[in-house]
């Protein structure tokens, strides 16, 4: 009996044996394989969510008041530098891995000890690319600015600023300069000047007023004295040397080494009457102030980029003169009537000194001095929040030739006309045909001037904001694994 209980086969012995050693090795396999994986998974995960941190931390007040997004990578101190992204995105990778202030995570949360399977920590941070908003020439600014206006802005908004343009540019009313084609004008009629005609039988020596006298007087008066005699405003000054356009000039800004992707759809044309439209809404000018603003007149002080308020101001309404004067003389030499009534006044005048030949030469001074008084005109009413019309017609014509003649000028004490374009739509033609590249360097001045101001940010630096970076980010397991990462975010 107990010989039979020995001879008992041992088959099923031997075989869990040899199964369980497959089965350790598969489950121990198939373990390491989880890990490797959820190392990977947990990798990427971490790296995302540390990258969304960092973005995460964009400038506040430049958003709040310019509605851009941007980190400041000078973290308000006086050093703009990549290594403090670094720094925050390898801190915050630290945190998530649970390495952060002195040990695990959890236990500063109060939370019981786990195993760490995956055992990771940081091996190291790296933004090795990356893209501010001052790159570009400033297209960088242009195509954040656009964006940040395009959905609030009707496609219509934007054809009826092209098509003020696109009517200046007909017209070459920005490329006329009236002022100087009247002074030929009177030149010529000037050289008349003491020459002896025949009168009858009798000769005489020719001297006369100019027929535009008048008018000449109140131009010697000097623009703002028309307007504002001495009630303009002194307004407020600031110290450019130490703003980004200057700053550029000198070659003393941090530069990014992204390309810019521009992927708005837009046309060029369309872009840039946004990036005009973002620069009204965001920006001061006269007739529309902006609280807390260096300067009262900011979208002047980018179209013209002086210190001082008084001289910004001054240098947009003489342009604006200019193409009013533009504008007007267009007109008048187009209406038959109204070219009719100044041939008269010539016609008669140069008939009573002897001068037949005169007669087209006072003529063309006397239309380009009516122009001229109906510009003044113009540009009081539009300064004080009336509407002009970039080109007239007989019903929209204010003055007739005989006040203009005889000086009797009215200065409107109030906008009356309420057809037109208003003293921000002749900025936005302003805006359109600047060149792009300097009003953005100016609208960042001004950005950088405004947020200067604010507490804790004395410091400021658009060229210190960026929006769009690619990070290298490298893990190293306990069990001997290694994970390298690449990831871009932007704004």
Not at 64 to 74: G, K
Not at 151 to 176: H, I, N, P
Not at 439 to 463: P, Q, V
Request: hydrophobic share 40%; proline share 1%; glycine share 8%.
């Amino acid at each position: 009996m107990t010989d039979a209980k020995q001879r008992v086969p041992a088959y099923l012995t031997v075989y869990l044996a040899l199964t369980l050693g497959v089965l350790v090795t598969l489950c121990l396999a198939l373990t390491e394989g989880v890990r490797v994986s959820t190392m990977q998974l947990e990798a990427e995960c971490i790296a995302d969510a540390c990258l969304d941190s960092v973005m995460a931390e964009y400038h506040q007040e430049l958003f709040r008041r310019f509605n851009l997004l941007a980190v400041d990578d000078s973290y308000g101190t006086q050093t703009a530098s990549k290594r403090n992204l670094e720094g925050r995105l390898a801190w915050y990778l630290d945190l998530n891995l649970g390495r952060a202030s002195g040990g695990n995570v959890w236990e500063s949360l109060g939370r019981m000890r786990y195993k760490d399977f995956l055992g990771m920590e940081l091996e190291g941070a790296e933004v090795s690319e990356w893209l501010l908003l001052t790159d570009a020439g400033g297209a960088v600014f242009r195509e954040k600015a656009a964006l940040a206006l395009q959905d609030d802005l009707g496609a219509s908004a934007l054809s009826e600023a092209l098509t003020w343009l696109r009517t200046v540019k007909e017209y070459q009313l920005d490329m006329r300069d009236v002022e100087a084609e009247k002074q030929a004008v009177d030149a010529q009629i000037a050289a008349y000047q003491g020459k002896e005609v025949k009168q009858g039988k009798e000769k005489t020596t020719l001297k006369f007023d100019s027929p535009t006298l008048l008018v000449d007087k109140q131009r010697g008066m000097g623009l703002t004295g028309q307007l504002f005699g001495d009630d303009l405003a002194t307004g407020r000054a600031i110290d450019a040397s130490n703003l980004i356009s200057h700053r550029m000039k000198k070659g003393q800004v941090s530069q990014g080494n992204m390309a810019l992707q521009e992927d708005s759809g837009l046309e060029q044309a369309a872009k840039k009457a946004l990036f005009v439209a973002y620069l009204q809404s965001y920006y001061g000018c006269h007739g529309s102030l902006k609280e807390g603003s260096a300067l009262l007149y900011e979208q002047e002080y980018i179209l013209e980029g002086k210190e001082w308020d008084t001289e910004n101001f001054r240098r947009v309404l003489k342009k604006l003169l200019a193409l009013r004067e533009a504008a007007n003389v267009t007109y008048l030499f187009s209406d038959e009537g109204k070219r009719g009534q100044a041939d008269v006044v010539a016609l008669v005048l140069s008939t009573v000194l002897g001068v037949p030949e005169l007669e087209e030469l006072f003529c063309t001074t006397i239309l380009f001095g009516w122009a001229y008084a109906e510009s003044i005109y113009d540009v009081r009413t539009l300064v004080r929040g009336g509407r002009i019309p970039l080109l007239k017609n007989e019903k929209t014509w204010h003055y007739g030739l005989g006040s203009i003649l005889e000086g009797l000028w009215e200065t409107p004490q109030s906008a009356k006309e309420k057809e037109g374009l208003r003293y921000q739509d002749y900025l936005t033609i302003f805006f359109l045909l600047a060149n792009e590249e300097e009003i953005s360097y100016r609208a960042m001045d001004m950005c950088e001037a405004d947020i200067r101001m604010t507490t804790g940010n004395a410091a400021f630096r658009m060229d210190a904001c960026l929006v769009r970076m690619k990070a290298q980010i490298s893990l190293r397991s306990k069990y001997g694994y290694h994970v390298l990462l690449r990831e871009e975010k932007e704004y």
